[in-house]
């Protein structure tokens, strides 16, 4: 089995910052990628950022230049930074992990989400 555990997040002002940080731990084989999504209230759930474990990047349109996506291969961490955070950035952030837990098995894994709210 494979777990991921987020930590960050919280409250704070428009124009601030965040940071996310989540953990993959277990039977962890290959990352393929790891990735934040968000998902506002009454909204669908949304891709915010994701790495490959080659450390390609992708973002959303409504983050990019605010947003920075890392990982540790060693240590199967991916975190978010969030800059420049706007109202509309509140939401549950969760954290994705695409894994293989043997050679030939994948699947994608979920964190438990985290509360980020922005207030003007």
């Known amino acids: 089995q494979v777990q991921l555990v987020e930590s960050g997040g919280g409250s704070v002002q428009a124009g601030g910052s965040l940071r996310l940080s989540c953990a993959a731990s277990g039977d962890i084989f290959r990352v393929v990628t790891m990735g934040w999504y968000r998902q506002a209230p009454g909204k669908q759930r949304e891709l915010v950022a994701s790495?490959?474990?080659?450390?390609?990047?992708s973002y959303a349109d409504s983050v990019k230049g605010r947003f920075t996506i890392s990982s540790d291969n060693a240590k199967n961490t991916a975190d978010l930074q969030m800059n420049s955070l706007k109202p509309e950035d509140t939401a549950v952030y969760s954290c994705?992990?695409?894994?293989?837990?043997?050679?030939?098995?994948?699947?994608?894994?979920w964190g438990q989400g985290t509360q980020v709210t922005v207030s003007s």
């Open positions: 994705n992990g695409r894994i293989y837990s043997s050679p030939f098995s994948f699947r994608d894994y």
């Open positions: 790495i490959t474990g080659g450390g390609s990047t």
